[in-house]
């Protein structure tokens, strides 16, 4: 059966092209250093909001009108395999990913639960056997149901903590069989509401022997994909352990997990931490930790995760800039956990959606490319931290002087001279580039 019938592929006609199902900007094939664009950006299709979303909100019923609504249980997850790989096809994204419970309905039992899975899984693998499209990654829902009400793996419950685990363990082997490059950790309720009742150093300790129990069995099983946390501050708990990247590493830090782990980092969970989406970027490579990328916007008006499509290239580009100076995201990508409007009902909006989201990283691929060859900023910062190249700032930078020959210095100091940050530069500069990117 077809699912997007009025569809065509979609093709790159270039920015003067009006037609609102082509790329203007994302040219898959176009060559940046010896490397394609899909290359560079590997672009993913988030399973749960793309295919199972209703566009429901806490005040009202889903609006997403879908092929394959009028259909239930196993018949309808089937229906969303075949939906998926068509969608996949005619968008062109080299990858998708997914949650177990998007893929496949829950059962009564952990046994049901895993049969009716393993019946999606084999006809997903069927399907990727004719389709270039791979599994980004794979993750298990450990907070959705009831079940997660105190949490999963930092759950007050220890049979809690084992039925998340035999989850997480069926994840590890499905990811296996699928080929996933990765596998994302969500903590979605490994948090608390309040102190009054936690016991915050059992939690965390728990949290600690959960993530080490999934190394170890990837390892006996031969899985040897990149490990990624996501981190988010709160929603849906008032104060979630993997608060953003620098509370995150601490916590791989503490109980010897920084090697087997790095970040899947969500622009919009960095606009609810206070950070702005590329300070996140830029913590976690400075740190070596840049895995993945969840492309998402928050709302500026609005104070929770609405996960919208990327449209903001000042964002694209200054997230872009520090994915270049990683080198890239290895075997991560730039996931679009992102979903239409609720207003946004069609299926063809799906289409649209996605391709203003790739068209806005491909522009903000060639601007930051540009900034990068030319040094626009890089000269900048060189100059402001240039008292650190020599003189007293080398012997800091070298560790060569203590409090004593700092003081003696500093004693005969005159007047100290300061030089601009020169930050309305910095931002013209940007803007200067943006605007002139396709104009060559």
Not at 21 to 36: C, H, L, Q, R, V
Not at 324 to 333: D, I, P, T, V
Request: proline residues 3%.
């Amino acid at each position: 059966m077809t699912y997007f019938s009025n569809m065509s592929k979609i093709q790159f006609e270039g920015a003067k092209s009006t037609n609102p199902y082509a790329f203007k900007f994302y040219n898959p094939n176009e060559m940046i250093d010896g490397k394609t664009m899909e290359e560079y950006l590997r672009f993913g299709v988030a399973y749960w909001h793309t295919f199972t979303e209703d566009l429901s909100d806490p005040f009202g019923a889903g609006t997403a009108v879908r092929p394959w609504n009028h259909l239930q249980g196993l018949d309808l997850a089937k229906a969303r395999v075949e939906a998926a790989f068509e969608f996949f096809e005619k968008l062109g994204v080299p990858y998708f990913c997914f949650h177990d419970i998007d893929i496949a309905p829950e059962g009564d039992s952990l046994q049901e639960s895993n049969k009716n899975l393993d019946v999606i899984v084999s006809m997903i693998k069927d399907y990727m056997k004719d389709s270039k499209t791979k599994l980004l990654w794979n993750t298990v829902n450990n907070f959705s149901n009831p079940r997660f009400v105190h949490g999963a793996a930092s759950s007050s419950n220890a049979d809690v903590f084992a039925y998340a685990a035999a989850k997480v363990k069926k994840g590890l082997e499905v990811g296996k069989e699928l080929g996933a490059e990765n596998y994302v950790f969500w903590g979605g309720r490994e948090g608390y509401e309040t102190l009054l009742n936690t016991n915050m150093k059992l939690e965390l300790d728990n949290l600690g022997r959960f993530f080490h129990l999934a190394v170890d069995y990837a390892k006996e099983i031969g899985f040897d994909a990149q490990f990624l946390i996501e981190p988010k501050p709160k929603e849906p708990t008032s104060h979630q352990y993997d608060f953003d990247v620098a509370s995150g590493y601490a916590f791989l830090q503490h109980y010897g997990l920084e090697k087997q782990f790095k970040f899947n980092i969500e622009a919009n969970h960095a606009t609810l931490a206070g950070h702005t989406f590329e300070h996140e970027l830029h913590y976690a490579r400075i740190h070596g930790m840049l895995g993945s990328v969840d492309a998402n916007q928050g709302h500026p008006l609005l104070g929770w995760d609405t996960d919208e499509f990327p449209t903001d290239l000042y964002a694209t580009t200054l997230a872009m800039y520090e994915i270049l100076k990683n080198g890239g995201l290895g075997s991560g990508g730039l996931n679009f956990d992102a979903k239409v409007r609720r207003g946004s009902f069609a299926p063809e909006d799906l289409f649209e959606a996605h391709i203003a989201g790739m068209d806005s990283f491909a522009i903000g691929l060639k601007v930051a490319k540009k900034l990068l060859d030319d040094k626009a900023l890089e000269n900048i910062i060189e100059d402001r931290y240039q008292s650190f190249t020599d003189g007293i700032g080398k012997q800091i930078v070298d560790g060569t002087v203590g409090l004593k020959e700092l003081e003696e210095y500093a004693l005969n100091l005159g007047e100290i001279k300061q030089t601009s940050g020169k930050l309305e530069r910095i931002k013209s500069t940007i803007n200067q580039y943006l605007l002139t990117a396709y104009a060559e």
